[in-house]
């Protein structure tokens, strides 16, 4: 058989019915204008069908624990391995997932710090010592001979059942036992005597388990005694020493590790004690997460200009009768304490607020005589709040009380999840939540440069081995600048997907079909080589690399490019060009072909954007902003441009805008204090704009019912236009007829789905069309209405470039409609779900909602690689909608890492020099052409 994979008629979404050869063992690139198919051809063609064969293979029992896939559109397809899909979804929403677990680094690491590790006291700042009964017996023969010892066996004392028959029956109980001696506090007593103590100075009790003397023939019986005391004392036991000149030690000797000052026993060095998903390492605290949630004072008191019965105390208005007690407290407080109730609460002064809110005990009246004062514990806001929410029975109570929470680092591990103990074991000086705190890049540079020696060195080498490969694929991936602790959730999906590429990397697999999604995704030019060689060693390896990508360079360095097109959606689904990327290049019909050759120009502005008369030489400034890696830096951002954030991964350009110029804004004109706000001191010249806008890549509903006409509510027009036909004013037709949402119009044996769910446990589920309605979603009377001789649900089927010829009399409509196409988006339908949508359409769906709407001039909009998942083509479109946006004199933030984009600036904030700690200072501010000219930076260079 040919080393090829042997496509027959795919049809898979829009795929039209194609043919097509790929050669295994290449490093094979699939590029495409947005919505050509790409996706429909690699993920859901090829790397489905391999998931479907091989779990054809499993036993029924074993399929019910795999991802289930249906079945691809095809007539025939041949060749295929084992397939590894590496996506950009970051699927991971466990708080307990990071970036060591993924890597297996972690695990690890744990193993490393159980067999390699020390224990160390941080009171006395010395490490604890763990001896043999044999290692023992050989260092107490050291002392003098004739040296006084005795073995002692300390007790442990239960305060809560002091007392004077405790004690009694304790000392009897010893003496039945067999033993002669006891020591109390400093003083040795025979158990036959009468120990005279007060209860209160009795601090601490022995056994004297034998006493000897230091001679040669002592051996046998000092290791015996010694055995059988610590055995006695759970692992442990005291030696009293009397040297020859009458002085006096007292040591401690134990099996475990232990201080030898304070005695505190340490436990046993397992991989258990060092993971925070187990009770033997987790945080008591937080259980393991490192972060609590806790009553933010932000949301409980979001405007301190209000007074109590307005809503300062926010909590406070959600059920009046069930917080009317707690208010009534704080009337008689005020009383109490002469405060007007009636004030604003900035106010009220700052100890009345801490009582307000912490509680205090203190005189205050009687509800029944207020001339009895009385004694009583005011409890406090918060711990009100906080009582009520782990004690109510009502969900939608807790849910509301939640509102006012957020997570806030644990006051117990400070962030390291783990335990004191845990914490407290050493490698080379470091406990393993400093390893974890380290970028990538330095942990690496930690293992590389210690040294460890002896018998340590034997049990630390292959460790060090597996850690070091991984982490060297880490940061040759361009994801140095993180660190193992970093949360999972918390990554992007270049992010995610780098990570899962360098642990595929690592397993050293071959025969492996590898499908990756734009891997160029949220990296600098200048790591992009760094990926190709990676993409590169992974082909070398024996396996076959299919990537979906739009990205020049990576294009270039394959070494078999399939192009489809030439459109995307209906007018998409065709294999345009074939070969290698020269062969392409040549092919006239292939806009990547074209682009890659040269003889498409990039769009570049005729000329800069000018601020409008209103914005001229106005600025929105964010002074001393520390978030994440921020080293205190002040940002201008020139109103009434289009600006570009610029950086290597890891540099700090989220940090600063999504994190913290964002929730700023948001805070100041939206009043939304349910953003997390970043660290900075001020922000100046927000009132040059009226909103902020954040146009992310984010899904816009769970909702399968969601689509593109109710997104950007053009759906609410067509209900409109058929609801005002003659035939529904004549059956009395209101535009909730044409509702697939609500009873009426809908058909109720689907409920408007269109298709009838079926469970079938261990298979996927299906989804049979609906009998009745034939999948159209609604009864026949109401598709009985006809516009232009389609129905309603006609309507909703027809893609959004055919929708404008057919309601072009319609202004607002088609209005909304054009905007749609405008940003590359006519081919969607009407009707199609949202969820089926890239992070890209998602994008520009945003995008056309935004300017649909009437311009103020005075919005800030703000994107995050808008870039993802475009072709060169689409960039165009889009930059083209970004500048008409800045031409109505709205401010355009952009965080973007294409040269395209880059170029066609106003202006330029480049962040760097490095990711993480390295990261995070302003390198230089200006215009492309001066940036370029300077060239001063990595971003001056590619430009």
Not at 204 to 223: C, E, P, W
Not at 531 to 560: C, F, P, T, W
């Amino acid at each position: 058989m040919k080393n090829i994979i042997s496509i027959r008629g795919a049809r898979e979404h829009n795929l039209a019915n194609i043919d097509l050869e790929i050669p295994k063992q290449k490093l094979v690139v699939i590029s495409g204008v947005s919505g050509s198919g790409k996706s429909s051809l690699a993920f859901n063609t090829i790397y489905a069908t391999a998931q479907r064969q091989y779990l054809e293979s499993m036993s029924t029992h074993a399929k019910q624990f795999l991802e289930k896939l249906q079945k691809p559109e095809l007539d025939s397809i041949e060749g295929l391995s084992p397939a590894i899909a590496i996506d950009q979804k970051n699927s991971q929403s466990n708080p307990r997932s990071t970036v060591g677990t993924i890597t297996e680094i972690y695990d690890y690491l744990r193993v490393l710090f159980a067999r390699a590790g020390k224990p160390w006291c941080e009171v006395h700042q010395q490490y604890a010592q763990k001896h043999t009964i044999q290692n023992l017996t050989s260092n107490i023969l050291k002392l003098p001979s004739q040296t006084k010892l005795q073995i002692l066996i300390p007790v442990q004392i239960s305060k809560k059942q002091c007392s004077k028959n405790y004690y009694e029956k304790l000392f009897s109980k010893f003496r039945k036992e067999g033993f002669v001696r006891i020591r109390v506090n400093q003083r040795v007593f025979l158990l036959e005597e009468t120990v005279n103590f007060e209860l209160d100075e009795i601090q601490s009790i022995a056994i004297v388990f034998d006493r000897l003397i230091i001679k040669d023939n002592v051996a046998g019986r000092l290791n015996e005694s010694l055995e059988k005391a610590i055995t006695l004392g759970a692992g442990s036991a005291r030696l009293l020493i009397e040297y020859l000149d009458g002085t006096q030690e007292e040591r401690v000797v134990s099996e475990k590790f232990t201080c030898s000052v304070c005695q505190v026993n340490l436990p046993e060095l397992e991989p258990s004690l060092f993971s925070f998903n187990t009770p033997q390492g987790a945080c008591p605290r937080c259980h393991g997460l490192g972060a609590v949630m806790d009553l933010d004072l932000d949301l409980v008191i979001p405007d301190k200009a209000k007074t109590i019965t307005q809503g300062a105390l926010a909590p406070l208005l959600l059920h009046k009768k069930m917080f009317s007690k707690f208010r009534g407290a704080i009337k008689r407080l005020c009383e109490d304490y002469n405060q007007n109730y009636s004030a604003h609460w900035n106010e009220f002064p700052e100890w009345f607020q801490q009582i307000i809110l912490l509680g205090e005990n203190i005189q205050i009246k009687g509800q029944k005589n207020e001339k009895k004062r009385r004694k009583k514990k005011f409890e406090g806001l918060l711990e009100y709040l906080k009582r009520r929410f782990h004690q109510t029975e009502s969900r939608k109570m807790r849910q509301s009380l939640a509102d006012f929470m957020r997570e806030h680092v644990c006051p117990d591990c400070h962030g390291a999840r783990l335990n004191k103990y845990a914490l407290s074991i050493r490698f080379a000086g470091k406990n393993i939540d400093d390893l974890t705190s380290l970028p990538l890049t330095e942990l690496y540079n930690f293992f590389t440069s210690t040294k460890v020696d002896g018998q340590i060195n034997l049990i630390a080498a292959p460790l060090l081995k597996q850690m070091l490969g991984r982490l060297e694929f880490l940061i040759n991936n361009g994801v140095g600048y993180l660190t193992l602790k970093r949360e999972a959730r918390t990554l992007s999906g270049g992010e995610a997907q780098r990570i899962k590429l360098a642990s595929q990397l690592g397993s050293g697999l071959n025969g492996i079909i590898y499908v990756l999604d734009e891997p160029s995704r949220g990296l600098h030019p200048s790591d992009l080589g760094k990926l190709i060689d990676n993409l590169q060693r992974l082909r070398d390896l024996g396996n076959s690399v299919i990537v979906v990508e739009h990205d020049e360079q990576i294009i270039k360095r394959a070494d078999y490019l399939i192009d489809l097109g030439p459109h995307a959606g209906v007018h998409g689904g065709h294999v345009v060009a074939v070969g290698t990327p020269m062969d392409v290049a040549k092919n006239e019909n292939s806009l990547t072909g074209q682009f890659i050759s040269g003889n498409l120009a990039e769009f570049l502005p005729v000329a800069r954007n000018f601020s409008s008369k209103k914005l001229a030489d106005k600025t929105l400034t964010i002074t001393n902003v520390t978030q994440n890696n921020l080293k205190s830096i002040t940002v201008s951002f020139p109103l009434g441009k289009f600006i570009c954030l610029t950086g290597v991964s890891g540099s700090g350009k989220s940090s600063l805008v999504s994190q913290t110029l964002y929730p700023a804004l948001a805070k100041a004109l939206n009043a939304n204090t349910s953003l997390p706000q970043g660290a900075f001191a001020e922000i100046l010249g927000v009132e040059n704009i009226d909103k902020v806008i954040n146009i992310n890549q984010n899904a816009l509903s769970k909702s399968p019912r969601s689509n593109p006409a109710t997104y950007t509510g053009i759906f609410a027009l067509l209900r409109e236009i058929f609801s005002e036909l003659p035939e529904s004013r004549l059956r009395g037709y209101t535009a909730g007829r044409f509702s697939f949402n609500i009873k009426g119009g809908r058909c109720e044996t689907c409920k408007g789905d269109g298709a009838i769910k079926t469970e079938m446990h261990f298979l996927p589920d299906v989804y049979v069309e609906c009998v009745d309605c034939q999948g159209r979603r609604y009864n026949q009377a109401t598709l009985e209405i006809l516009y232009k001789g389609l129905s309603i649900a006609d309507v909703l089927d027809l893609t959004i470039e055919a929708a404008v010829e057919i309601f072009k009399n319609y202004s607002a409509l088609c209005s909304k409609l054009e905007t749609l196409c405008a940003v590359g988006l006519g081919y969607l339908k009407l009707g199609q779900s949202t969820d089926t949508l890239s992070g890209g359409e998602v994008q520009r769906l945003k995008l056309s909602a935004e300017l649909s709407k009437r311009q103020t001039g005075s919005t800030l909009y703000i994107l995050d690689e808008p870039t993802t998942g475009l072709h060169a083509a689409d960039v165009q479109k889009l930059l083209e909608i970004l500048h008409k946006l800045v031409s109505y004199g709205n401010t355009v933030i952009v965080i973007e890492h294409n040269v395209s984009v880059i170029k066609s600036a106003d202006w330029i904030i480049d962040l760097g020099p490095e990711g993480g700690a390295r990261g995070g200072y302003i390198l230089d501010v200006g215009t492309p052409e001066k940036i370029k000219a300077r060239g001063k930076t990595l971003i001056g260079r590619y430009l």
